[in-house]
């Protein structure tokens, strides 16, 4: 799997050696990263905005830090809604498996046990970055949508309503006090401003808004 373009790894362990493990073996595949000390960094980085998750991205998270540990970190993740935007890797000691597997069940899309495989390690980041990307891009065709539909006017929208409902133009007319012509130029123009060619493919295009 090639990793997407403009993906970050983001890597969250307070022992030095492990962040630059991780940041090399990254490097070797071509994967950018960044590296954090401690979860309170990242948080704090991530708060004041200079932790892009616009971009495909996942986080190396390490279960067992001073201060706010990475299980923490995560519930706060979790509570802001980034866990699809930023999927969760816990990298974990024997002693922590069952945490990160509870920590799976609740949304982490993995943990991988210390000493890691290399291999297996960089397989599974670039399956999450594939799933961030996917992600972000559906959010970003929804947003399209919206913005779609905000310029609309409310008649249009009233039309574009019964359009969607499988109604003819007499009968909108008729529900709407209006003219089938003005319905017809209603009509066009909804279908222009959406970007769309038949009623059925703006049925399709708003059914997961």
């Not at 539909?149 to 007319?173: D, F, H, Q, S, Y």
């Amino acid at each position: 799997m090639q990793p997407t373009f403009n993906a970050t790894v983001f890597i969250v362990d307070d022992d030095a050696s492990v962040r630059e493990a991780l940041a090399w073996l990254l490097r070797t595949r071509r994967l950018p990263s960044e590296a954090f000390e401690s979860a309170q960094v990242f948080d704090d980085h991530l708060r004041a905005g200079r932790v892009r998750t616009t971009d495909p991205c996942c986080l190396l998270l390490d279960v067992r830090m001073a201060g706010l540990s990475g299980l923490a970190l995560f519930d706060s993740l979790i509570e802001r809604g980034l866990i699809q935007a930023m999927p969760v890797i816990f990298l974990t000691g024997h002693a922590d498996v069952p945490t990160a597997v509870d920590a799976v069940k609740r949304g982490a899309f993995d943990f991988c046990e210390k000493p890691f495989s290399d291999n297996a390690l960089v397989d599974r980041i670039e399956q999450a970055i594939a799933l961030s990307g996917q992600y972000l891009q559906t959010v970003g065709k929804k947003a399209q949508v919206q913005r779609k539909l905000a310029e609309l006017t409310e008649r249009e929208r009233g039309v574009m309503r019964l359009v969607v409902e499988g109604l003819p133009n007499k009968l909108i007319a008729d529900q709407l006090d209006i003219s089938v012509r003005t319905v017809e130029v209603h009509r066009a123009r909804v279908f222009d401003k959406m970007d769309v060619k038949s009623a059925v493919e703006l049925a399709n295009l708003l059914q997961n808004i």
